[in-house]
């Protein structure tokens, strides 16, 4: 059961440009959303996170925007950087007492060209 | 501080045979949860242990199993391998709402 849709698959972008990568939820009793970035070889690592009473979050580079009514939110990656060449996830969490069980999305090969 | 760490890195099982990866929190956390990572997919949730006692269970057989010692590491056993377990196993180590994930092991089932 895929509660949490990706897109898309990969992305092709050129250095300097925007990166936007979206993610759908079905469960509104989710109350968390995390991205992670995702080197070969490596585990993922937190880049950003949102809460759902919040409609944008930005630090750096890096901005969520989530939309509530329509269950989704995504990730934007300004001024892409060959070096934030990774695979993304964005994920979910629907039980505060449980922090750390969540629900990925299947994730988005990002390339950043020169 | 040292992030979460996570042994052996790299290991390759025969089918049906046992098992068990080990996973050191970050100083100070007491919760850990496991996940299971197939090449191409994001990672599934397997257990998550807090203060030594099962907090949460994903969709896994009962071939895997999970425990929390005294200084909060854990170590996730699976039992009769098969193929299909070849995978990277993550270990999660969470402060409040946080999840931090250490390497993981790269477990092969030939």
């Known amino acids: 059961q895929q509660q949490v849709k990706q897109s898309p698959q990969s992305l092709i972008v050129q250095k300097g440009g925007i990166s936007i990568i979206n993610c759908a939820y079905e469960?509104?009793?989710?109350?968390?959303f995390p991205w992670y970035q995702q080197f070969p070889g490596k585990g993922p690592a937190l880049l950003i996170a949102i809460r759902p009473d919040v409609s944008e979050k930005k630090e750096g580079r890096f901005t969520i925007s989530f939309n509530k009514s329509a269950k989704q939110f995504s990730l934007h990656i300004m001024d892409s950087q060959p070096g934030d060449s990774a695979t993304y996830f964005c994920?979910?969490?629907?039980?505060?007492?449980?922090?750390?069980?969540?629900?990925f999305g299947t994730g988005t090969r990002l390339q950043v060209t020169l | 501080d040292a992030g979460v760490t996570q042994s052996p890195t790299h290991l390759i099982k025969t089918r049906g045979q046992q098992v068990t990866l080990r996973c050191s929190p970050i100083?100070?956390?007491?919760?850990v949860s496991w996940y299971q990572q197939v090449l191409g997919q994001g990672p599934q949730f397997i257990f998550q242990?807090?203060?030594?006692?099962?907090?949460g269970r994903g969709n896994f057989p009962d071939r895997f199993s999970a425990r929390q010692f005294p200084n909060y590491s854990s170590e996730l056993n699976v039992n009769a391998l098969l193929l299909g377990d070849s995978a990277l196993y993550l270990c999660?180590?969470?402060?409040?709402?946080?999840?931090?994930f250490g390497q993981g092991t790269r477990l092969t089932v030939v």
């Open positions: 469960n509104t009793a989710f109350d968390y």
């Open positions: 242990y807090y203060e030594k006692e099962e907090r």
């Open positions: 999660a180590s969470t402060r409040d709402t946080e999840a931090f």
């Open positions: 100083s100070g956390h007491k919760s």
């Open positions: 994920a979910a969490r629907k039980d505060p007492g449980t922090a750390s069980k969540l629900t």
